[in-house]
DNA sequence: GGTTAGCACTCTCCTTGTGGGACTGCTAAG
DNA sequence: CTTAGCAGTCCCACAAGGAGAGTGCTAACC
């Protein structure tokens, strides 16, 4: 394509991602610059026209850039953007704590999406089921239950409560048996390991503290190692649709959608090629509500996936490499904690 | 007031609340059978208009009742009606398991409140700090962390990972010793007590060993006894709004106020009275962004607030009905697991 | 062949106007 | 206190017209 075009094609992107409004041939001439006429750069626009990445909204009126603009803007003519000092430092503040519950980190990772990017932003859950163990913990709460806590590389994945009458010294024995006999292995191999053996446990050939091991396991890990979704800043996606006069209809839908994390985190899920950064433009999207919205994302981890939710008209500059920038970011520490748990930030308690 | 007058605007508020119409004096005749003209009905219709209690859009519309309309049916003409049989099954259904982190409860409960009502529901969490403590646990992660678990009697209300070298047995010894010493206070007068230890550590007057205790103890409940706001639904509210025609501006700003936890929160705070059922009709809200919502809310446990979030044009009736039900069979919940906890409900392992 | 000036044409948007319909308020009588 | 009858008010939907913005086309120009 020829060099005038893509620079007026790249001006009507520019505008109306700034503005939301159609960019006049005249308008063009005087805002960047150009030095030809305004009827030349009608006939670039009606060839642009032409090849479907620009429209008018009607006869008599400026170009907008179509779905296939933005796309050809967005493969060809994207320059991603340096962070900024404070988001740089927004960002250093919400990592400080490592260690944390998994929840909590990707929480925060949802949390700073919106915020740096003021879309919506949204984290899914890696696969658990491919992480591996590092220990599983049992502790006594009161006569009737106990508190499991799954340790994996990626940090705490599971706690919960389960229903045991067993004698606190004896869940302590299970968990560091489990834990040692386990370790290394994947959280879906721990699982099937639980399930062989309560299945095999009515035949009688295991002793019965092997039994009670395994059938706790095997509850400990029946639910939940589902996937969950974050979302955040949902009232700055509102608020870029209002500018968009979207319908309320239409937000209504995207809202359920959020919503409806098995779903939504299914298709997420479906988008993503290793980590690398993908773009979805409006109807490019294979849902229905995400019509009127373009999804920025990247993979991490084991299928997780991560990225910001925004209208068609986005800064796709500025939602490009805060994506990049926090799934690396994310990668990392969760690569990281894998190895050797990072330093600690909180004052430490010494051995005494 | 006169018996007639009532039943007219009892028919007015019924009839807007199912259709969101106005109601002329003849559709009223027809629809609620009375035995008089329409002239009459235009008296009282005018009678009430000038008490404030209906209104009419423009000169010659039909009647809509006022805020104060809604006031004076909601705290004069009120019948609640009784949970439908697949509703009381939900309720079931939901609160099987009884013992469950506090956190997982309190956001089933918020699902509840929205699904049974078709609003929003929302569940602020009690006051934390004075809840008496039951156990305080600590478990070894690896070389540089552990984990902290806070059991109260509402349950798992804190975990989270501290930075700490001290050995496996020491924590565990640091737990026991902490939970024997300080069970049953309350949280507040715990993180006094480590407080108060922590300032005075400084002039050695401690062996080493309470010391580690205690600051260890002060890390856990430095953050987060602050409250948490889950809310769920909100999707249904959107549907609601739509149908009202607010304006997707207002609607922003509701969806930003649910998103500002800590504002909202101590909103709902304010709202309570003990845990009797209160109603805020549109712009008896304080906060400018509920102007067109009503809020039903109840108090539960220790400041604990939860309610439903819906249009001014609410089925009072069903909102009361479902927060009422669904606040005090929390309460029950809270209450119960603070004495004997639940019977399991899960396959109990017993103990070989 | 690409570029330019000039002009007719198209379409939106805003304002104005008009008629039908739905209800009320008033008045006077029962 | 209730009722019938009727004038009056206001909304709403639709149509018409004028201004404004911007294009498409044609013919000339380099």
Not at 7 to 27: C, E, M
Not at 132 to 154: G, N, Y
Not at 288 to 303: A, D, F, I, T, W
Not at 324 to 333: M, S
Request: charged content about 30%.
């Amino acid at each position: 394509m020829d060099d005038r075009k893509r620079l007026v094609l790249k001006a009507i992107v520019d505008h109306y991602i700034k503005t939301g409004r159609p960019l006049s041939s005249q308008t063009l001439l005087k805002e960047y610059g150009l030095d030809v006429s305004s009827a030349t750069i009608r006939n670039d626009m009606k060839a642009l026209e032409q090849e479907g990445l620009i429209a008018k909204e009607y006869s008599s009126a400026g170009r907008v850039p179509t779905e296939k603009g933005f796309r050809f803007f967005v493969d060809w003519l994207l320059e991603l953007s340096e962070l900024t000092r404070p988001e740089e430092h927004a960002l250093m503040e919400s990592y400080r704590l490592q260690r944390q519950p998994l929840e909590e980190l990707l929480k925060q990772t949802a949390l700073l999406l919106a915020g740096l990017s003021g879309y919506a932003g949204f984290v899914l859950s890696p696969r658990l089921e491919e992480t591996r163990l590092e220990s599983i913990t049992f502790v006594k709460l009161d006569e009737e239950s106990a508190l499991v806590v799954i340790l994996s590389e990626l940090g705490i994945v599971e706690h919960r409560i389960l229903p045991t009458a067993l004698p606190a010294e004896e869940l302590e024995e299970i968990g560091r048996w489990l834990s040692e006999r386990l370790r290394g292995r994947t959280l879906s191999e721990v699982r099937e390991e639980a399930q062989r053996y309560v299945a095999e446990a009515g035949e009688g050939w295991h002793d019965p503290r092997t039994q009670s091991a395994f059938q706790l396991l095997q509850s400990a890990l029946e639910r939940r190692l589902e996937r969950r979704l974050y979302t955040e800043g949902l009232f700055n996606l509102l608020q870029k649709l209002l500018e968009e006069e979207v319908g309320l209809a239409e937000v209504r839908d995207i809202v359920r959608l959020l919503s409806e994390s098995v779903r939504f985190g299914e298709y997420l899920e479906s988008q993503i090629d290793d980590s690398k950064l993908q773009v979805r433009i409006g109807s490019e999207n294979a849902l229905r509500e995400l019509r009127p919205c373009s999804l920025v994302l990247m993979g991490y981890g084991h299928s997780g996936v991560l990225g910001v939710l925004g209208p068609v008209r986005m800064d796709y500059s500025k939602a490009c490499s805060i994506t990049q920038y926090i799934g690396n970011r994310l990668e990392a520490i969760l690569t990281l904690s894998r190895r050797a748990p990072a330093a600690a930030q909180a004052p430490e308690v010494r051995p005494s």
